[in-house]
Each structure stands twice: as structure tokens, then as C-alpha cells.
């Protein structure tokens, strides 16, 4: 017996509760709920949920742990005490199971937290429910904006109940009937006779499909409930038909956390596919998990994969399929691991269960696995389930997620459409000359993530995409191969330098490349374990790049991991438009003697139609600079001497990939160098010149042509590097040494893409 002072202090403390949030009793958080979601979303939604407004009121300090959750009960009930500022769009987005979480942490609660959940953590049924019309809730069926209670009348049923027994009581008199199957009681409100046939519906439909199905495949039954003061008269599963709750869900009995029985609650007008649902939860209950609760952190998400699983395995929808695996792909921002519990990622997560079963051809993978959660956590006992273990499948998985030719086996498997393009969303069309994009620096265990791009246009020519994922790239002074031709000056410009990241950095790591070219119906896929980088030549037809998916992927399974390679720039996709397939254009120089001297000789070499023509095509072309080497072109010879002596005399001949040329378009570079190009070329053609000195006699001369292409040594003697211009093209001249009155060379080569 309370005496008066004690039931006065109580009666304050209800009549703070029930007319302001609970701050004062921070609540010790048992367990990591999870959301059991009988429903799913349609798109993604931008209306934040109410469980979401309830997360950041918490986050800002707004509100207890113990007020967030006696708020979001009240989101599942649809009870009027919610504040309205957090009352979010709750359409698209069920949270079901916070109804397991109160129950756990029950005991922890305040007094006035336990009188204000009592009514909702037993069966609709008894006296004392949130049904009950002399229950202390808050629930108003016909106007449910209005609270129905006081709250005098909230603390005087708490005091009835004795918050901390949840032993049920008697069946509200004349106000349920129910109709038995072989497995379960379904029970409606004789207020709802329509009701009836919902229940003899969900009652065939457990008799017929769920129950003997899903038992079979688990080798396990839900838990009989006999032996619990709200068995409901009966020790089958008992399944209540409410229009008063806000979503369907499944709850357990005592002691409510494993090896548990327990009852479902169907939210009036949902289909069979939620009762299967909600079934297969109460066979997750029977088991003896090895780790906290069933729903507890280790387990929560794999209810809610498995269970949607069950779902769909039971009744097929290729398009309900494909929305809940919207939820799988999302935040691609930051990839969330597999386990992640955030009320809808663990509803996508179906979709590895999906992709195993296939896979492997055994739908008896999802009975194994909680058959392990027995005796290993969460992961591990997933992982034990799969031959070979996560590493052996999980990048597979995230290919086969993109579900396009030839990828496309969720399609042939069930019909399945989804893919993560239509999820995540396209980044905007690449067109523009230059572009620089930044990628994840690291991966969360068992998690996979997808950029994906487009391209249009002439002016995207060279496409880069540098693994730093995998590789250590850091920056250093650049340091080209001797190459003929090959030279740049020494002014701090720095590259890319790649190091393979040390095991303990990407251990089940892995990137994966899919992509079109133009004209192309299937994507195709290149594996980048062992490249450091892969680059795509737009110019070429068969390089002509469309679309590119890259897919990064970590198939460890330690929480704790975070796979990627650290110290550098991350991985990064370069777009530029220097020249990368063929130069096409002219070119001129002259050697000579000048004027004053008492014989003047000009040797002018003139070039038309010249094709520079790249060494390396894709997968090969390196880094950092694209080789060049003349293919055709028309070239002329003009040599003339005047003065003491004359000389006229002209050659010509075609350029050939035999000649002694060499062009080098560098890229991806951080300094003057970068764009820069060099090189040399020369025909080293010897000539025949008659010469006539008059008195002096005459001679055959036989010069040699010299260099008509020589950046390289102009680079040199000028100081300064020769660049691509705006638009790709190589348009320059120079002289042979500095101050000279005469350029000794000019040329303007620009890029060109085969027809």
C-alpha cells in the first residue's frame, strides 16, 4: 500500500508525463531495435518519417532516450500524445517492432514510462490493452486527433495495472470473436462483423501456404503460447485483426526475447504477403540466438532480410521486389554494410538472401543461417551458411546487382527489373572538355557501392579512371622513361605514382568496372585488382565511351574493418580533351644559313595531310602520357642555295609508321607540364643537289633531311613547355635557338575521331 505522500508523488510525476515529454528518466538501452516492416516505399520519398523527426529531436538533445521511445509507440498507434511537430509522412515507412523493443526495456522504464506503454505491450484481447475502452491511451478511432484521457484518468488505470506486471487478465467481455485453423486463432471486433471473412482468409491462408510452407523450409514452428497468462484461451498462434494500429507486426510473449512465442497484429486490410511476414518473425522467435535477443543488434537486420525474403519467396512481385531493393542500394554516398539497421536498409537486404538462393540453387541457405545464429552472431552465421563463405560470393552479388546484359540474372531468376541505375540516380551527363571526380576512400564491411556516368559529346576525349581503392597514388615529381623525343622541363610538375596498397588495407576489397562504348547492347565488365588505372579513348569507335559503372565492393565481414587504401588521393575519374586516337594537320620547317653569310642555303620541309596515329589502345594505354607515331601524310623537300654558290633541287615522299617520329601528349598531371606535349620526327631522306660554284667548279651535294618535328629539343632551348590548346589541338611554332629572326618550325595538329 502506497501512503499518501508516496501516491501524491507518483500522481505528480504521471501528470508530468502525460502532458510533456519524459526528460527526466533517461532509459538504458537494452537492445538495438529493429523495424519490422510489413510495408514498402514506392520511391524515394523526401517526406521525413515520423521515427525520423523523433531521431533528430533526440539527436539535438530535445528529448530523452525514454521520451523517443515512448513517441515512436505512439507512431505505431497512431496515438494523439504525439507531439504534432514530429508527426512525419508515415505512409511509405512502417516501424513495427519498437513494440519488442519497449517490452525488453520495460523493466528499465520509469513508473510513468511503464504506465503509458502497459496498455499497448499486451494483446488487443484483455482488459487493460490499447483496445480496451477503459485503457489510459490516447487512441481515438473515430477522431484520433483528440485524445480520449485525461491525464487523471492516465494515472488512475496506471495504478490499476501495477505497471511493472504485464500478466494478462480476462478477455474484454463481448467485444472478440474468433474463428480456429489447424495452426492459429484469428480473432476481429464483433464491432467489425465485416471483419470475419478477413479473418477466415488469413486463417486459410496460414492453414494452406504459410504455416506448412515456411515451417517446412525452417524445420522450425512458431513457439506455443500456452502457457502464457495471454495465450488467448488457446496455445496456437493467435493473430488479432486491429483497425485502430497504424501497421501490421509480430509480438512475443514471455520472456520476450528469445525461445519466445508470440502473436501478430494485422493491421486491418493488409495483404497475405504481410502475414507472411509477420510469420516468419514468430519462427525467428523460437530460436536459441547465441548473442543477446533475436531482434537484439547482432540479429534485428537478418529478421527483416529474411522474413521479406520468406515474403516474396511465398507470394512473388517482381515490382515489390524491386522497390524494397531500393532500400538496399541506399545511402550510395556513403554504402552501408550489410547488417546496417536504419528501418529500411535491412527490408533491401533481402536481396542478398534472394541473390544466394539463386546462386547456389538452395533455398534451404535461410534455414541454415538461423540454424548458426545458435551458436555465432549475425554475420558469421551467415557467412558459415555460404560456400565460401562471404569472399566468395559478395563480389559476384555486386555485379550481378546491376541486372543488365549479360548481367542480368535477377531478370531470368524471377523477373526482377530493379537495378541500382534506377535507384541511385545518374550523375549529369559528362560533356564538357574537362572534368574531375572524386570517389570513397573507404568501403564498410560487407558493403558495395556504384558511381555511375554518362557521356556525351566530342569534347570528353580521354576518360581516366585511377584505382585508388586498391592503390596507394601519391604525387611526385615527374619522371618520364628515355623515350626518343621525349622530354619536359624540370619545373616541380608532379604525377600520379601508384603502390599496391598492403593486404591489411584491402583484404576483400575489390573494384569492378562495367561499360558501354557506342552501339554496344551488353555491358562489358573489366576487372581492376591488378590495374592501377584504366583509360578510354572517346575518339575511338570502340572506346567511345557511353556509360560507365564502377562498382567497389568489400566482402570482409569484421565490423570493425574498413577496407581502402590510405595515405593517397582516393580513387578519381579524369575527363580531358587532349588528343588520345589520331592528330591530323600540317607542319613546316627550315633550316638555313642567313643572308649575310656568302652563301645563303634554305632547306624548307613542308607537311600536308599528316595522321599521327596512337601506339596503345585501350586496356593498355598508359599513364601519363598518350605515344604517337605518323601513319600517312604527304611530305616535300625544297632546297635551295644562293650566293657564291646555287643549288635548287626537291624531294618528296609519304610518312609511314617507318619513319623515325615519335609525339607524346602528356596528362594528368599537377603543374606547367600537364597537357604539355613532346616529341620528334624526321625522315633522315638524303638528296642529291648539284651544285655550281662558277668558277670555283661544281659538286653533288648530299644533305641530309633534318628534324621537321622537334618540340623536344624546342622545349629545351625556348624554357617553356609547348600545351594543348583549349580545344585539344597542337598548334605552336619555334625557333631553333632563341632569339633567331626566322621560326624554324611551326605545325597545328588537331584531334580527330574515326568515323
Known amino acids: 500500500m502506497l501512503s499518501r505522500l508516496s501516491r501524491l508523488g507518483l500522481l505528480i510525476t504521471l501528470l508530468i508525463v502525460t502532458t510533456s515529454p519524459i526528460q527526466g528518466h533517461p532509459v538504458l538501452q537494452t537492445t538495438d531495435p529493429t523495424i519490422f516492416l510489413p510495408l514498402i516505399s514506392t520511391s524515394s520519398g523526401v517526406s521525413l518519417t515520423s521515427d525520423q523527426l523523433i531521431d533528430a529531436a533526440l539527436a539535438r538533445g530535445e528529448i530523452s532516450a525514454e521520451t523517443a521511445l515512448v513517441y515512436r509507440v505512439y507512431v505505431v498507434f497512431g496515438d494523439s500524445r504525439l507531439p504534432v511537430h514530429l508527426r512525419g509522412d508515415d505512409r511509405t515507412v512502417v516501424d513495427g517492432d519498437i513494440i519488442k523493443a519497449a517490452r525488453t526495456q520495460y523493466a528499465s522504464l520509469s513508473p510513468a514510462a511503464q504506465a503509458i506503454l502497459a496498455p499497448y505491450l499486451i494483446p488487443p484481447i484483455y482488459r487493460g490493452s490499447w483496445e480496451d475502452p477503459a485503457s489510459a491511451t490516447g487512441v481515438d478511432t473515430a477522431h484520433p486527433s483528440t485524445p480520449l484521457r485525461s491525464a487523471q484518468d492516465d494515472i488512475s488505470t496506471a495504478l490499476r495495472l501495477s505497471p511493472k506486471d504485464l500478466t494478462c487478465g480476462e478477455v474484454t467481455p463481448d467485444k472478440w470473436e474468433y474463428v480456429d485453423g489447424a495452426y492459429a486463432r484469428v480473432w476481429w471486433k464483433q464491432a467489425r462483423p465485416g471483419d470475419r471473412a478477413a479473418a477466415e482468409a488469413y486463417r486459410d491462408a496460414i492453414d494452406a501456404t504459410i504455416w506448412p510452407r515456411l515451417t517446412q523450409l525452417m524445420g522450425q514452428e512458431p513457439l506455443s503460447d500456452a502457457s502464457s497468462s495471454c495465450s488467448g484461451g488457446a496455445g496456437s498462434l493467435d493473430i488479432y485483426l486491429s483497425d485502430t494500429v497504424a501497421?501490421?507486426?509480430?509480438?512475443?510473449?514471455?520472456p520476450g526475447c528469445k525461445e519466445t512465442p508470440g502473436y501478430i497484429v494485422m493491421q486491418v486490410g493488409d495483404d497475405n504477403r504481410i502475414l507472411?511476414?509477420?510469420?516468419?518473425?514468430?519462427?525467428q522467435d523460437a530460436y536459441d540466438v547465441h548473442s543477446g535477443c533475436v531482434y537484439g543488434p547482432e540479429y534485428a537486420w537478418?529478421?527483416?532480410?529474411?522474413?521479406?525474403?520468406?515474403?516474396?519467396?511465398?507470394?512473388?512481385?517482381?515490382?515489390?521486389?524491386?522497390?524494397?531493393?531500393?532500400?538496399?542500394?541506399?545511402?550510395?554516398?556513403?554504402?552501408?554494410?550489410?547488417?546496417?539497421?536504419?528501418?529500411?536498409?535491412?527490408?533491401?537486404?533481402?536481396?542478398?538472401?534472394?541473390?544466394?538462393?539463386?546462386?547456389?540453387?538452395?533455398?534451404?541457405?535461410?534455414?541454415?543461417?538461423?540454424?548458426?545464429?545458435?551458436?555465432?552472431?549475425?554475420?558469421p552465421a551467415v557467412d558459415h551458411a555460404i560456400p565460401g563463405g562471404f569472399?566468395?560470393?559478395?563480389?559476384?552479388?555486386?555485379?550481378?546487382?546491376?541486372?543488365?546484359?549479360?548481367?542480368?540474372?535477377?531478370?531470368?531468376?524471377?523477373?526482377?527489373?530493379?537495378?541500382?541505375?534506377?535507384?541511385?540516380?545518374?550523375?549529369?551527363?559528362?560533356?564538357?572538355?574537362?572534368?574531375?571526380?572524386?570517389?570513397?576512400?573507404?568501403?564498410?564491411?560487407?558493403?558495395?557501392g556504384y558511381h555511375h556516368y554518362t557521356f556525351a559529346g566530342e569534347a570528353p576525349r580521354l576518360v581516366t579512371f585511377f584505382n585508388g581503392f586498391l592503390y596507394r597514388i601519391t604525387q611526385e615529381p615527374l619522371e618520364l622513361p628515355p623515350l626518343p623525343g621525349l622530354r619536359t622541363l624540370?619545373?616541380?610538375?608532379?604525377?600520379?605514382?601508384?603502390?599496391?596498397?598492403?593486404?591489411?588495407?584491402?583484404?576483400?576489397?575489390?573494384?569492378?568496372?562495367?561499360?558501354?562504348?557506342?552501339?554496344?547492347?551488353?555491358?562489358?565488365?573489366?576487372?581492376?585488382?591488378?590495374?592501377s588505372h584504366l583509360s578510354w579513348c572517346r575518339d575511338a569507335t570502340s572506346e567511345r565511351l557511353q556509360e560507365l559503372v564502377i562498382i567497389f565492393s568489400n566482402s570482409e565481414h569484421d565490423l570493425t574493418?574498413?577496407?581502402?587504401?590510405?595515405?593517397?588521393?582516393?580513387?578519381?575519374?579524369?575527363?580531358?580533351?587532349?588528343?588520345?586516337?589520331?592528330?591530323?594537320?600540317?607542319?613546316?620547317?627550315?633550316?638555313?644559313?642567313?643572308?649575310?653569310?656568302?652563301?645563303?642555303?634554305?632547306?624548307?620541309?613542308?607537311?600536308?595531310?599528316?595522321?599521327?596515329?596512337?601506339?596503345?589502345?585501350f586496356p593498355d594505354i598508359p599513364y601519363p602520357y598518350i605515344a604517337f607515331r605518323t601513319a600517312s601524310g604527304n611530305w616535300t623537300r625544297t632546297y635551295t642555295m644562293s650566293g657564291l654558290c646555287s643549288a635548287h633541287a626537291t624531294d618528296s615522299a609519304s610518312l609511314s609508321q617507318a619513319d623515325a617520329s615519335s609525339l607524346y601528349q602528356l596528362y594528368g598531371l599537377e603543374g606547367g607540364n600537364n597537357r604539355a606535349y613532346t616529341g620528334e620526327a624526321n625522315l633522315a631522306r638524303i638528296m642529291s643537289v648539284p651544285v655550281d660554284c662558277g668558277e670555283y667548279g661544281s659538286y653533288v651535294d648530299h644533305p641530309p633531311s633534318f628534324w621537321w618535328f622537334m618540340v623536344d629539343h624546342l622545349t629545351l632551348m625556348n624554357e617553356h613547355p609547348y600545351l594543348a590548346n583549349a580545344a585539344g589541338v597542337l598548334d605552336g611554332k619555334g625557333e631553333h635557338f632563341p632569339g633567331e629572326d626566322l621560326p624554324l618550325f611551326t605545325w597545328n595538329f588537331a584531334p580527330q575521331r574515326q568515323d
Not at 501497421?247 to 514471455?254: I, M, N, V
Not at 603502390?499 to 547492347?521: C, T
Open 247 to 254: 501497421y501490421s507486426f509480430e509480438q512475443s510473449h514471455d
Open 276 to 283: 507472411a511476414h509477420e510469420f516468419m518473425h514468430a519462427i
Open 302 to 379: 537478418l529478421c527483416e532480410a529474411t522474413a521479406t525474403w520468406a515474403m516474396l519467396w511465398l507470394y512473388p512481385d517482381s515490382v515489390l521486389a524491386g522497390q524494397y531493393a531500393e532500400w538496399f542500394f541506399q545511402p550510395n554516398n556513403s554504402p552501408p554494410p550489410l547488417d546496417l539497421k536504419d528501418g529500411t536498409h535491412e527490408y533491401g537486404a533481402y536481396l542478398f538472401f534472394y541473390f544466394l538462393t539463386h546462386y547456389f540453387g538452395n533455398d534451404g541457405l535461410i534455414r541454415t543461417v538461423w540454424e548458426n545464429t545458435e551458436w555465432d552472431d549475425g554475420l
Open 391 to 448: 569472399a566468395g560470393v559478395w563480389d559476384t552479388f555486386a555485379l550481378y546487382n546491376w541486372n543488365q546484359p549479360p548481367y542480368d540474372y535477377y531478370r531470368r531468376w524471377g523477373g526482377i527489373s530493379l537495378s541500382p541505375e534506377t535507384y541511385l540516380g545518374r550523375h549529369p551527363a559528362i560533356t564538357g572538355p574537362w572534368d574531375d571526380r572524386q570517389f570513397i576512400r573507404s568501403l564498410s564491411s560487407v558493403a558495395v
Open 490 to 531: 624540370d619545373d616541380g610538375t608532379l604525377q600520379r605514382s601508384f603502390e599496391r596498397a598492403p593486404d591489411a588495407e584491402i583484404k576483400g576489397a575489390r573494384v569492378q568496372v562495367l561499360f558501354k562504348a557506342e552501339g554496344d547492347s551488353q555491358w562489358t565488365l573489366k576487372d581492376m585488382t591488378e590495374l
Open 561 to 617: 574493418y574498413q577496407a581502402g587504401a590510405t595515405g593517397g588521393r582516393g580513387a578519381e575519374l579524369l575527363v580531358d580533351n587532349v588528343g588520345c586516337y589520331r592528330l591530323t594537320g600540317s607542319a613546316r620547317s627550315l633550316y638555313g644559313v642567313s643572308e649575310g653569310d656568302p652563301i645563303s642555303i634554305e632547306d624548307l620541309q613542308e607537311l600536308s595531310n599528316v595522321v599521327w596515329e596512337r601506339t596503345e589502345a
